[in-house]
């Protein structure tokens, strides 16, 4: 159901109130339908959307129904999955303390994971301006490889290596003839590693 997702993007936008707003319709098609998984992401998303407008009640609310329903299969990954947007309201929250337990632990455990990605991905702030690609580029220049070599190992053609360099040395101020916008960056580099 498309609705899900879209639900999903409008809670990362912080956009609590069209969740809200979509919900009870969204709700209404899948009792009709018999879509019980795609009910309970639904319940979730719209607990999530209430406990960021304040209203915990309804959040709890409807975070109760959720558990329930998915307490016979045991069904975690939705819970987890949304980890991030139930967790306040799990606390307040009066049945299946085991399944609740088990959410709590394992979206821990994905919370831990997730920062840790973050962390080992993170690259100094002067890189900030480029794009994953310019920067995965520009860091194999490192090794003083040529364009050719690049695109060798990128799967590109020369000319876009050449076009990632221009746009490159372009967003990073880096001016001068070719080997002297080279030799920089590889400087620029090696000061961040």
Same mark, same amino acid.
């Given at each position: ?25 969204? *709700? ?8 019980? &998984? ?28 959720? &558990? ?37 632990? *394992?979206?821990?455990? &994905? ?6 990605? &973050? ?22 220049? *490192? ?51």
């Amino acid at each position: 159901m498309i609705e899900m997702i879209e639900n999903q993007v409008l809670l990362a936008q912080g956009a609590y109130a069209k969740v809200v707003g979509r919900s009870e319709g969204q *709700l209404a098609v899948c009792e009709a339908m018999h879509y019980a &998984l795609v009910a309970l992401h639904v319940k979730l998303q719209t607990a999530a959307a209430y406990e960021a407008l304040g209203k915990r009640a309804e959040a709890c609310r409807l975070l109760d129904q959720a &558990l329930k329903d998915a307490a016979h299969d045991g069904i975690m990954i939705p819970f987890i999955e949304n980890y991030a947007y139930i967790k306040p309201t799990l606390q307040y929250c009066s049945g299946q303390p085991e399944l609740i337990g088990s959410i709590v632990k *394992l979206g821990e455990a &994905l919370s831990a994971r997730q920062k840790s990605a &973050l962390d080992a991905g993170s690259r100094p702030a002067e890189f900030s301006v480029l794009t994953d690609r310019e920067y995965e580029v520009a860091a194999l220049t *490192l090794s003083r490889l040529s364009n050719r070599e690049i695109a060798e190992k990128l799967f590109l053609s020369e000319g876009s290596v050449k076009q990632y360099m221009k746009q490159i040395y372009s967003k990073l101020g880096i001016q001068g003839d070719t080997r002297t916008k080279r030799k920089q960056l590889s400087e620029l580099m090696q000061q961040n590693f």
